[in-house]
């Protein structure tokens, strides 16, 4: 197996290193098991950097392209802390190049959809879950020289790659192989998925009863 | 600096229509210009007026109009949700009103995904949408938006206003209104369609937006006396819920959270404002703060800037103990509607207000009396 990365120390790392940055920046989490990471993250904090997420509608691809406009409206870096999935929705990394914004964006990539994958889980819906897979991508693979890069496998490597990005005069992406055992802390909202359809899940699985522990609910 | 749109004599050239839309999103971008949330280093030009858009054909006239002005930044992009996306969180870091330029047809449908954002996140959003001109409409053209292809008003419930203009001679109405749609508290997000044969038409000046003065909305001095009375009445403490409206007055909050010796708690986007917060709504911590807010016996709760449903995450769980009054402070007076099943057999006061003008009233009102509180101060929670 591949050396992969807890997603909680990713998020720890990068919200801090914000938090701390001598220029400001602004945070960013897309609407994905990002977004739980981050908020968790930042309320450990005493002073919480500018954080923005797409709060009430939870739209996809809010975080992405509003860390765009962010950038160019402010002059400012920003961090966009988003799942692979997430960044294919809307990659804005060739326009924030031609407008000369600096936007790094740290990917929690498993190769899936995190939360629909647990989401089917929850209500052993086998077939469904099949298809949140993900081919495995190389994120930092830009097409540019102009957006830096660089892939996170251990925990080791997290605070050069982020003082990197952080100083790096234009776009970056960190690529961070996360452990694709870590659930995201998105307390009962997996479990809640049921009120959708008016049923209990159909049968308890090893992951339902995972998430149904009482630190999850 | 604002610069007012009715600024032809400065130069004496005739303005288009397009040209002088522009000039009018700057100025409404100078005068109705809220706290801006993001407080850390600014642009070299200060915050900017952006012109977002994805460049087509039926656009054209105000792309070239936008990059032209020396007050608004063009910013090309992708895909047209990119734009509106943007928009929103250039509008929530500055404070001031930021512009899309959409294209014809189908292009207006890809804002849609964002612009329900955008009026849930309380950003000030002006969407250009151009029409199929009246002599072509019908003719089933490419991009065509018209009466016959009606895209340009798919999702029209979606905006706060969708204005369709159908003369030049319309603007100045329009102007006005504008003016007091983006003076809003909350935002507003206006889609303003527009014939393109218009677009390159001359355009007399417009009203001076500058001498139309619009007041905040303000609690009233019976609302904030009722609310001083809620928060320093004796048993529990008061708990203050922090939503993002209240990002922009943080420097505030802490003052006020020791005046009132009260707990509080944030939804996600107002996370860790002020130290010593209980939590965050919607996500794990949902359980804990309800738990914390019964043992501290919480009596009121005073809700602040918040959209989000006060029980969001917790599933089937109740956030608020029993008996506990809330106090919801918002400009917008919907947000009431959205916690119903939250607030079911709760007392609640809605009071519609500007969050930096009840602040400015509560504290304006006597010092808490020192009630006699059953419940010893909390530690690290004020």
């Known amino acids: 197996m591949n050396a992969t990365v807890d997603p909680t120390a990713v998020v720890e790392a990068v919200v801090r290193a914000a938090a701390r940055a001598s220029q400001t920046v602004g945070v960013f989490a897309e609407s994905s098991s990002a977004m739980f990471y981050v908020i968790r993250e930042v309320s450990k904090l005493k002073h919480a950097p500018y954080c923005r997420l797409s709060s ?105 790659a982020i003082a990197a990005a952080l100083s790096f005069e234009g776009c970056y992406v960190i690529d961070a192989e996360i452990d694709p055992d870590v659930e995201p802390p998105v307390g009962a909202r997996i479990a809640g998925a049921d009120a959708l359809f008016g049923t209990p899940s159909p049968q308890s699985s090893p992951m339902q009863e995972e998430l149904l522990r009482d630190d999850h609910i | 600096m604002t610069v007012l749109a009715n600024t032809v004599a400065e130069d004496g050239r005739e303005r288009t229509l397009a040209e002088r839309q ?46 032209a002005h020396p007050h608004v930044r063009a910013v090309s992009v992708s895909i047209e949700a990119m734009g509106s996306f943007a928009a929103i969180e250039a509008s929530i870091a500055t404070g001031r009103l930021q512009l899309v330029i959409s294209g014809s047809g189908p292009g207006t449908l890809g804002h849609l995904w964002a612009i329900a954002a955008a009026r849930a996140q309380g ?70 369609s527009v014939p393109t044969n218009l677009l390159v038409a001359p355009c007399p000046a417009l009203p001076r937006l500058d001498a139309v003065r619009i007041e905040l909305p303000s609690p009233g001095a019976a609302a904030i006396a009722r609310v001083a009375e809620l928060l320093a009445a004796r048993g529990g403490r008061p708990a203050f819920l922090f939503g993002s409206g209240t990002v922009a007055f943080r420097d505030r909050l802490s003052a006020l959270v020791e005046r009132w010796d009260a707990v509080h708690f944030s939804t996600p986007a107002a996370a860790a404002i002020v130290p010593g917060s209980l939590g965050v709504i919607g996500n794990a911590a949902f359980g804990d703060i309800a738990k914390r807010l019964r043992e501290l016996k919480v009596g009121c709760v005073v809700v602040l800037g918040s959209r989000l449903a006060i029980a969001s995450g917790g599933g089937d769980d109740a956030l608020l103990p029993t008996g506990c009054h809330v106090v919801h402070v918002d400009a917008d007076p919907n947000v009431v509607a959205g916690n119903a099943v939250a607030t079911w057999g709760h007392d609640v006061t809605f009071i519609p207000s500007d969050i930096g003008e009840f602040l400015d009233a509560l504290e304006r009102t006597a010092p808490k009396p020192q009630s006699d509180t059953s419940t010893p101060p909390e530690k690290g929670t004020s």
Request: aromatic residues 6%; charged residues 15%.
């Open chain 2, 123 to 192: 950003a000030s959003v002006l969407v250009l949408v151009p029409r199929t001109p009246p002599e072509l409409a019908g003719s089933n053209d490419i991009q065509e938006a018209s009466y016959d292809q009606p895209l340009h008003v798919v999702g029209a419930h979606l905006y706060d206003k969708v204005i369709a203009m159908e003369d030049v001679a319309q603007m100045p109405r329009i102007a006005l209104t504008l003016r007091q749609l983006f003076a809003r508290p909350q935002g507003a997000v206006v889609q303003l």
């Open chain 1, 56 to 160: 009430h509608y939870g739209s996809m691809g809010h975080a992405i392209a509003g860390a765009l406009g962010f950038c160019a409206a402010t002059g400012q870096r920003a961090i966009v802390v988003t799942g692979d999935g997430s960044f294919d929705l809307m990659n804005p990394m060739r326009v924030a190049v031609g407008h000369g914004v600096r936007l790094t964006m740290i990917v929690l990539n498993d190769s899936r959809l995190t939360l629909p994958y647990l989401g089917a889980g929850h209500r052993a819906a086998k077939n469904a879950q099949a298809t949140t897979h993900l081919v495995s991508w190389d994120f930092t693979r830009q097409g540019s020289p102009q957006v830096g890069g660089r892939r996170v496998v251990n925990e080791a490597e997290l605070d050069d």
């Open chain 2, 22 to 67: 522009i000039e009018l999103v700057v100025t409404l971008a100078d005068l109705c210009t809220r706290p801006p949330r993001w407080r850390g280093e600014r642009h070299q030009l200060g915050d900017m007026a952006c012109a977002f858009f994805l460049i087509s054909a039926a656009n054209l006239a105000w792309v070239e109009a936008a990059a």
